[in-house]
Every structure is written in structure tokens, then in C-alpha cells.
């Protein structure tokens, strides 16, 4: 296992000895080029001090074709540019440049002269040019002189050059390697990035997150740490949102069975009242009679609103067994019109429901009409007068849920209201509980579902529950 910060000066370390080694193999080819030059040149030189001297003296009277020849010969050496014999007269006898025959040049002795020529003033080619004169010696006498012109690379020109060159290679090297480096720390640091991303899904209440596995190094150490505590948090807030709704019940429980107690035997005898005086003080006179019964059937229905209140605390409140039975989607959609005929008809709502009729569902059939009775009072409450509700019964891509959902064309779902829509005496509605969608959620988690609403785009509410699919 590698740590990252060893990672680090590994890369570093690379790259520090490819760029060294890269810029001392440039330095040592450009040197070997320049030594190779400056070799050829000396070459040159020497060859043509040595080629003037032992031509010309073994000579013993060159005549005009022998110094043609001569100078012909001399030209093809690289960088001569000039050739000259001067003769034992001092006369220039032979010359590359025909416009230098017969010019006067006096003889220096034995030595032999190599001097630079300044004041040249042909245009700058980066050349040193050299006038060479070697003494033509016989028998320890001088009978003539060879007078070359060369010129040679100016050496102080090319190492110029070859620092620059050497300067923008290792200006490159340095600029590829600043890019390679920092093309892989970019590549190193995307875990880190991606945490730091997944942190602030965390923080701001995201507990789904999850990293894909890295390394053994620190980093993946890191990311494996990070995963472990985005599922313990999620664990943990499953935890608390189930004792939440634990907490919910218990009140409810408490308040039903209350309830039970101090408003049931108060209203049945109330309800026992009204009956008795229905039957028995009626008045004698038609149209008084008339309106004393709708009095007493006003009172009856008070009553019977609020014994529907009691039982949906109970309801609530209460957890109901379980009795779980195999039903069509059709047969269930059959008892909720039935409950609620009267509602659509009254307000003339259509109620439709497109889609398979033949859905089998697993579940308790009264606590599912139940749930979704509840989901259709609303409805029909929400939408305008002829309004629509469909209800649809469909399996889910994968097989493995029943989704159930109820579409309105009403106004919809306040944006801020859709958190709390489904907590207990959370209402909008005058003369509501807010009783019925709690209820609703209670059924549906109850049977290891999951129950969610919504705004559509194109108006009104939706609202979806889904349950796990069961042989």
C-alpha cells in the first residue's frame, strides 16, 4: 500500500529526473555537434596548409597548367575562399581571382602567417574569415607564397545559439511537465473532490450518498469511512422518523381511547334523545311537524358527524390487525364508487380509471378501501364542480410493486404544504380534522408501502402509493 503523500514525490521524483535527464542529453548531443564542426574545420585548415606546402615545393617550376590545376584543387576545399601564388618575383602568378594576377605581395620569410581579416564589409553571415600565407620553401629558400582566404564558423554565434536552444527545450520540458504533473494530481485529487461534493449532499440532508469504492490508500481509507457513516446517518434517521411516528400513535392512542370515553356515551345519548323525541313529542300541526323533524334529523346528522370524527381518532390512533386476502384492482374500485356515489353525483365529478382491470393485489382490502376512500373525499372536495379524478393500478417496471395513484384537476398542493400534508390535525380545510391523509399514511406503511404527493405540471394533485409485490 502506497500513502499519498509517497504518491506525491513519486511523481515529483519522475518527473525531476526525466527533465534532468532529458536537458543533459540535449546539452551533450549539441556539444557533440559542436566539437564535430570545429573538428571538421581544423581539418579543413590543415588539410590546406599541408596540400599548399608539399604541391607547390616539390614543384621545380610549375608552369601555367600545374598552378591552375593547383588552384582548381585548392577551391574544392570547403570554406577556401580565395587562392593565391606569389612567385619569386613577388608577383602574383596564379589567383582564383583573376583581377589579383600581377599584383605585388612581398615575401615574409619562413614563417607561416594566420591572421583574422577585419573591416569585411560583406553583410554579417556569422563566419570569422582568415587570410593564411605559407612560404614556399627549397632548399632552405624561399621561391614563392601561397596566399588562402578561408573562412570558419563563428563558434561564439553558435553557442549563442546553442544556449538559447538549449534554454527553450528546457522551457519546454518544464512547461510538459508542469502539464503531466498537473494532469495527474487533477486525476489524484477527484476523489477528494468528490467527497467534498458528497458532504455538502450530506449537509444539506442528502443520507442516500454513496462514493464508489477507491484505493487502499488514504483517500480510499477516507471514502470507505465516509460510506460507512452516510449509512449509519440514514440508519439513524430511519430510526428517528419511525419512533417519530411511534410518538404519533401513542398520542393518538391516548386521545381516541379518550375520546371514546368522554364523547361516545355523551352522543349516543344524545342520538337516543333526539329519537325518542321524534317519535313521541311530535307536534299536531303538519307544517310544525314538518320542521320539527327537520330539526331532529339536523341534530341526528350533528351527531353522526361527530361519531364519524371518534372513529377516525380511533382508526388512527388504534392499530387494526391485519387481514391480508387477494383481490382483483376491479373489485376494490367497485366498493370505493360505491361509498362515494352519492358525493360524485352531487357534484358532478367524474370519476375514471383507465388500465389494466385484472391487476391482482395483495393487501388488506378493507384498509386499502379505507385509504383510498379517504383519498377521493378530498378529491372530490378540492376540484371545481364537473371536475375529474382518475384512479390507475399498475406494476411497476421491475415487477416488485403495485402502483396505485389518483390524479384531480384541482388547484393543486401548496408548495410549503406538501412536507406536512400528511401529519395528523395538519389542515386547510374549514370543519377538517386533519385526520384523514394521516390515516391514509398509517394503512399504507402498515403494509410496507410508501405513499407520496405531488403537484403535475399541467395542474392539480397527484398522489401515488406504492406496495411491495407478494405471492
Do not use: C
Not at 70 to 90: C, D, L, M, P, Y
Not at 153 to 178: C, S
Not at 245 to 267: K, Q, W
Request: proline share 4%.
Amino acid at each position: 500500500m502506497i500513502r499519498f503523500e509517497m504518491k506525491l514525490l513519486l511523481v515529483f521524483a519522475v518527473f525531476f529526473v526525466g527533465v534532468v535527464g532529458l536537458i543533459l542529453f540535449i546539452n551533450m548531443r549539441a556539444e557533440r555537434q559542436l566539437l564535430e564542426g570545429i573538428q571538421e574545420d581544423l581539418e579543413n585548415f590543415v588539410q590546406t596548409v599541408h596540400f599548399s606546402i608539399q604541391r607547390l615545393a616539390a614543384e621545380q617550376g610549375p608552369d601555367r597548367e600545374v598552378l591552375e590545376q593547383f588552384i582548381e584543387e585548392a577551391k574544392q576545399n570547403k570554406g577556401v575562399r580565395e587562392v593565391s601564388v606569389v612567385g619569386s618575383t613577388e608577383e602574383v602568378i596564379a589567383s582564383s581571382n583573376p583581377k589579383k594576377v600581377g599584383e605585388r605581395r612581398a615575401l615574409t620569410g619562413q614563417e607561416i602567417v594566420v591572421r583574422e581579416q577585419f573591416g569585411n564589409t560583406e553583410p554579417p553571415d556569422h563566419h570569422i574569415h582568415y587570410e593564411v600565407r605559407i612560404p614556399l620553401v627549397r632548399n632552405d629558400q624561399v621561391i614563392g607564397l601561397v596566399q588562402t582566404s578561408l573562412q570558419m564558423e563563428d563558434y561564439r554565434f553558435l553557442l549563442r545559439q546553442l544556449y538559447l536552444k538549449n534554454l527553450f527545450i528546457a522551457a519546454g520540458v518544464l512547461l510538459f511537465a508542469f502539464g503531466a504533473v498537473f494532469f495527474i494530481l487533477n486525476r489524484m485529487n477527484q476523489p477528494m473532490r468528490r467527497l467534498i461534493s458528497a458532504a455538502g449532499r450530506v449537509a444539506s440532508g442528502d443520507l442516500t450518498v454513496q462514493l464508489p469504492g477507491g484505493d487502499e490508500d488514504e483517500v480510499g481509507k477516507l471514502t470507505a469511512s465516509f460510506n460507512v457513516m452516510t449509512q449509519k446517518l440514514a440508519e439513524q434517521q430511519q430510526m428517528e422518523d419511525r419512533l417519530h411516528g411511534l410518538e404519533r400513535r401513542v398520542t393518538l392512542a391516548e386521545m381516541a381511547s379518550n375520546l371514546a370515553h368522554e364523547i361516545r356515551n355523551p352522543l349516543n345519548l344524545i342520538n337516543l334523545t333526539a329519537d325518542h323525541l321524534s317519535q313521541q313529542f311530535p307536534p299536531e300541526e303538519e307544517d310544525r311537524r314538518q320542521a320539527y323533524q327537520e330539526l331532529i334529523g339536523g341534530l341526528k346528522a350533528e351527531v353522526r358527524q361527530l361519531n364519524q370524527m371518534v372513529n377516525e381518532f380511533l382508526n388512527v390512533g388504534r392499530p387494526a390487525p391485519m387481514k391480508r386476502s387477494h383481490f382483483t384492482w376491479v373489485e376494490l374500485l367497485e366498493q370505493v364508487q360505491r361509498s362515494i356515489k352519492h358525493q360524485l353525483t352531487s357534484k358532478g365529478v367524474t370519476l375514471e380509471s383507465p388500465g389494466p382491470a385484472d391487476l391482482w393485489i395483495t393487501a388488506d382490502q378493507e384498509q386499502m378501501r379505507l385509504a383510498l376512500l379517504n383519498l377521493v373525499l378530498n378529491a372530490i372536495e378540492a376540484v371545481p364542480e364537473n371536475g375529474r379524478i382518475v384512479l390507475l393500478a399498475e406494476e411497476s417496471n421491475d415487477s416488485n410493486e403495485i402502483i396505485l395513484s389518483m390524479t384531480d384537476n384541482g388547484p393543486g398542493i401548496a408548495p410549503e404544504d406538501l412536507s406536512q400534508i400528511f401529519e395528523p390535525y395538519f389542515t386547510k380545510r374549514p370543519g377538517g380534522t386533519g385526520l384523514g391523509l394521516a390515516l391514509v399514511r398509517r394503512i399504507v406503511e402498515k403494509h410496507g408501502g410508501r405513499i407520496r404527493a405531488q403537484n403535475q405540471p399541467e395542474g392539480g394533485a397527484r398522489f401515488e402509493i406504492r406496495l411491495p409485490v407478494e405471492d
